[in-house]
């Protein structure tokens, strides 16, 4: 059985966050699934790539500026019928409820827990291939 190449959409106006999120995910959080990355710094190149490419899952950071994660989850879910599944990275868990309202359909907390992220990852990543 061949893995599942996922590409996984890192947004961030601070490149050492992508690059902590991208470290957290790793190329295979879990068996049978292998990641490819793409970068956002900004509202617009995130939007765009949503746009241009098969975006299999959004990986935002909450804490981004001028334009947060939570934020943009927000938008491209009222956007878009066929959102790509979005997890938000915040810095306080009493932020959950805000990502909720946002409809994100995940939540991690800075600083990243690898296995906890990759975790995370995967089990979206599944969740949408087995309902498509």
């Known amino acids: 059985m061949s893995d599942r190449l996922c590409t996984v959409l890192l947004y961030s106006d601070d490149p050492k966050v992508r690059d902590r999120m991208r ?75 805000l990502a909720a309202y946002a409809e994100v359909d995940a939540t991690l907390v800075h600083p990243l827990d690898p296995v906890t992220t990759g975790t995370t990852v995967a089990e979206l990543l599944r969740r949408t291939h087995a309902a498509a």
Do not use: N
């Not at 899952?57 to 804490?63: I, Q, R, S, V, W």
């Not at 939570?70 to 790509?84: N, S």
């Open 23 to 97: 470290l957290a995910v790793g190329t295979r959080p879990a068996p049978g699934l292998q990641i490819e990355f793409v970068d956002a710094a900004d509202y617009a190149e995130c939007v765009r790539l949503v746009d241009d490419y098969e975006i299999d899952l959004l990986l935002l950071d909450g804490e981004a500026t001028p334009g947060g994660g939570i934020g943009i989850a927000r938008q491209i879910k009222d956007d878009r019928d066929d959102a790509p599944p979005t997890c938000v990275v915040i810095a306080r868990a009493a932020d959950r409820w």
